[in-house]
């Protein structure tokens, strides 16, 4: 690995070395869309900027889709009735 430069956003300060950054260009290494743009802002070479990162695409809202779950059926559970005698009816006393 070789340092080939350093960022300080908050300085606003960009060390690069451009001949070893072009030396490894030439044997095929890529430099990333942000220091691309990096090298561009700060005029160290003359090339287009690149898209650096993407916008999330906002989807508009679905309607709800049914989900395959099991249909259940609730059947009411009837309580059990206990008979009980016939309440005697109390007889008149004639």
């Known amino acids: 690995m070789e340092l080939l430069g350093s960022y300080d ?5 960009f ?7 072009e030396a490894w260009i030439v044997k095929g ?4 869309p942000t220091v691309n743009n ?7 070479w003359d090339k287009p900027k690149m898209q650096s990162w993407k916008a999330k ?4 809202t679905k309607p ?5 779950v099991p249909k259940v059926e609730v ?3 009837e309580e059990p009735v206990i008979a009980e005698e016939p309440a005697k009816e109390a007889e008149a006393v004639a």
Request: hydrophobic share 40%; no cysteine.
């Open 9 to 13: 956003p908050h300085m606003k300060k």
């Open 15 to 21: 060390v690069v070395k451009k001949d070893k950054i």
């Open 29 to 32: 290494a890529q430099v990333s």
């Open 38 to 44: 990096l090298m561009v802002n700060y005029k160290i």
């Open 57 to 60: 695409k906002r989807e508009a």
């Open 64 to 68: 709800a889709t049914e989900e395959k």
């Open 75 to 77: 059947v009411a559970k």
